[in-house]
């Protein structure tokens, strides 16, 4: 039997009530298999990652926020790509980590602990108005502690504080399975990109966050696609707004 995921978040709507009253007049002219949230509203859907026992499970030991609940499909995409990973040469890598939630529920969905490779995460945690990114509730000088407490039953997973791209000439994977990046600015994006892609092996999947929105994010399609393009590649760009690259 079909079944329903439904939030109300929505980004950039002028009156979320009237949005959302809306939704409420669609969703009784539609079948089941309704996903309402992050800026999706789609019907006579599977949504087979509601039945992934494993998943579930650590999506809702890990993702406590509203947003960090509506977003369940990106979820989904990116803890697919790190499973599909396993079965190539080289370590896990995220910039833009923040409070950790999406590589916790990555590890915690895995038992990467059991895993061998390394789980780097990069980020600042932390922000001023220097900085390109927005700022976000959690930034602040004790989130990189907190997140290094979040993942201390994960010896191999392995937290980097600093600026992209400065922290990637203290410590670097020599190869790379899996890539996500969520660093919501072009230029650290860029950064990233132009160290780390070469290091992704032949059949590694890189996820991109914010590649594919346009009311918030469309400087960071601009600034990516021509340098996939001058590599003979090109993002595919998903519903839920993500960018997915097979290298």
């Avoid at 039997?1 to 009156?15: D, E, Q, R």
């Avoid at 992209?164 to 890539?179: G, S």
């Avoid at 991109?208 to 929105?213: E, I, R």
Wanted: proline share 4%; glycine share 8%; aromatic share 14%.
């Amino acid at each position: 039997m079909a079944k329903n995921y439904l939030t109300t978040t929505f980004f950039g709507v002028k009156s979320i009530h009237d949005f959302i009253a809306g939704l409420q007049q669609a969703v009784y002219q539609v079948p089941p298999g309704i996903f309402s949230g992050d800026n999706l509203f789609t019907f006579g859907r599977h949504l087979g990652f509601l039945d992934d026992a494993e998943f579930m499970s650590a999506f809702e030991t890990n993702a406590i926020s509203e947003t960090e609940r509506a977003i369940i499909w990106r979820t989904h995409v990116v803890t697919w790509a790190a499973k599909q990973a396993l079965r190539r040469e080289g370590d896990f890598v995220e910039c833009g980590s923040y409070e950790g939630t999406t590589a916790k529920i990555i590890c915690d969905y895995l038992g990467f602990e059991n895993i061998n490779k390394n789980f780097l995460l990069y980020d600042v945690f932390e922000h001023d108005n220097s900085m390109e990114h927005n700022a976000l509730p959690a930034h602040g000088p004790d989130l990189y502690e907190k997140v290094v407490a979040r993942f201390s039953s994960y010896p191999n997973v392995i937290i980097n504080k600093g600026f992209i791209p400065d922290i990637f000439k203290e410590k670097l994977p020599d190869k790379i399975a899996f890539m996500h990046i969520d660093l919501n600015g072009p230029t650290a994006e860029l950064a990233s990109l132009e160290y780390l892609f070469e290091r992704m092996v032949p059949g590694a999947i890189l996820i991109l966050d914010d590649y594919g929105w346009y009311l918030s994010f469309a400087a960071q399609k601009y600034a990516e696609d021509p340098f996939f393009a001058a590599r003979g590649y090109q993002v595919l760009e998903l519903p839920t707004g993500q960018g997915m690259v097979l290298k």
